[in-house]
Structure formats: structure tokens, C-alpha cells
């Protein structure tokens, strides 16, 4: 009878835990799959509304407006290079053949304000023909830049200032004294290009345009360098002039214009 009872009482206790344990159990944790699937999801829900809503609506064009001038003002480089035996031979030679041609440029009618030098240096001059460098001596050189503000001058000026002593005239360059006027024209052309452009776009589009809401401009530079070389020549009476043409040149305006849509 003793036994029964034991063997009952077990019977109870094993059922008790095996109750205890199935009371207990809880829901196994997302595996890792699904928990990145769905922050994945999550995150890219957050930056395309952000973009949506903070992204402003509008048409972005380029507009272009050119502008042809005739240059009223020059810049010419130009001086002497000289070679001697000795150092201060070379400079005082350089300086020598330096103020005849300063001379000369006040003589045709040059001011000081468009005389500004631009070189003035002494080097050793070397022979490398040889295995092993010679001097020869010294080159001395002085380069001033002169802007001629008549232009009807400029061939004279040059051959002037060459008979005078420059042995050096490495280029001119044309430009308007005042571009104001045509910056201004150019700016009105390249806007309005631009509107045309929009226009289209937005009715290509099925928009209505609206005001512009940022404006970026770009000018090309307008002085063009031609380039050029003369050196000293033998005297000769009646010598033809240098001829000096200088055309015209066209003054570039961009503008990149965007334009809201209503």
C-alpha cells in the first residue's frame, strides 16, 4: 500500500513540472534576417520622404549672350636683351639701349601711368656646346609693358622704338577700355536666352513657370593676345610701317538660371 502511494505521489510531481514548464514558455526572439529586413525597411522609408518633401521644384537652364566690340586699347611687351664680356658691361649697355627706348615711347606720346616694367634681371650667359659649360659672359634684360590708348599709333610706336634700340616685342593684346556697356547688353541677351529655354521646357512639361529663384553668371575675358615677334632691323629709308589690325572681339556672357514651378 506504501508503495502505491509513493508511486502516485510521483506521478503528481512529474506532472507539476512539466505544467511549470509550459507556463513558462515564451516566444522564441526574431532571428537576425528578419530584424534587419525590417529596419531595412523601415530605413528607407524615412529618407524618401525627406527627400520629397525638402527637394524644391524647378527648371535649371543655361543661357548665352555674345557681344562683338572693337578694341580701343592695346598692351605691347617689349625691351632690350644684351649680352657683354662682363657683368656691369652687359647692365650698362641694357640700361643705355633701356632709356632710348623710354625716350622714345614718351616722344610718341606715352605716359608714365602706361609704362610699367615687367623684367629687369642679369644671368651669366654659358656656351654648352663644350662637355663642360664655358662662360661666355652676361645677358642683361629689361621688358616693359606699354598700353597704347590710340591705336591708330601703334604700327609707328613699334617700328619707332625698335629703330630706337628694343630688341624685344613678344606680343600685343586688344581690349575695350570700358566694357561696362557691353557686359550690360550681353547680360540682357543671355537672360533672355535663358527664359526662352525655361518656357519651353516648362510647356514641354505641363508646368507653369514661376520667378527665377538663383542666378549664376560667367564672362570671357575679352583681351585676346596676338602673338608676335621683331627684332632690331638694319636702317632703310622709307620703311613700309608694320601693319596693325585689331578686328574685333566678342564678349561671351553665361548665365545658369533656375526657375521655379507655380
Do not use: C
Request: net charge neutral; hydrophobic share 40%; proline share 6%.
Amino acid at each position: 500500500m506504501r508503495r502505491l502511494v509513493l508511486a502516485v505521489l510521483a506521478v503528481v510531481l512529474i506532472a507539476a513540472a512539466a505544467s511549470t514548464q509550459i507556463g513558462t514558455w515564451t516566444q522564441p526572439a526574431p532571428t537576425r534576417a528578419a530584424t534587419y529586413a525590417s529596419t531595412s525597411a523601415q530605413s528607407m522609408a524615412v529618407p524618401i520622404t525627406q527627400i520629397g518633401s525638402a527637394t524644391p521644384a524647378g527648371i535649371t537652364v543655361t543661357g548665352e549672350g555674345t557681344v562683338t566690340v572693337t578694341p580701343d586699347i592695346a598692351k605691347v611687351t617689349l625691351g632690350v636683351e644684351v649680352t657683354n664680356s662682363s657683368a656691369s658691361g652687359a647692365q650698362q649697355d641694357a640700361a643705355s639701349k633701356m632709356d632710348s627706348v623710354m625716350s622714345e615711347l614718351k616722344s610718341q606720346g606715352i605716359q608714365d601711368k602706361d609704362i610699367q616694367t615687367i623684367r629687369a634681371d642679369l644671368q651669366p650667359d654659358y656656351d654648352y656646346s663644350t662637355h663642360t659649360p664655358v662662360l661666355k659672359g652676361y645677358r642683361a634684360t629689361n621688358l616693359v609693358v606699354v598700353t597704347v590708348r590710340d591705336l591708330s599709333k601703334m604700327g609707328g610706336l613699334l617700328d619707332s622704338v625698335v629703330s630706337s634700340g628694343a630688341t624685344q616685342v613678344q606680343g600685343i593684346s586688344f581690349s575695350v577700355s570700358d566694357p561696362t556697356a557691353a557686359g550690360a547688353q550681353g547680360r540682357d541677351q543671355a537672360m533672355k536666352d535663358a527664359k526662352t529655354k525655361a518656357d519651353q521646357l516648362a510647356k514641354a512639361a505641363g508646368v507653369v513657370l514661376g520667378p527665377p529663384i538663383a542666378i549664376q553668371e560667367t564672362v570671357s575675358p575679352q583681351t585676346t593676345p596676338v602673338p608676335m615677334a621683331m627684332a632690331a632691323a638694319p636702317s632703310v629709308a622709307a620703311a613700309p610701317r608694320t601693319p596693325i589690325s585689331p578686328g574685333t572681339r566678342d564678349i561671351r556672357t553665361v548665365v545658369q538660371v533656375t526657375y521655379s514651378i507655380k
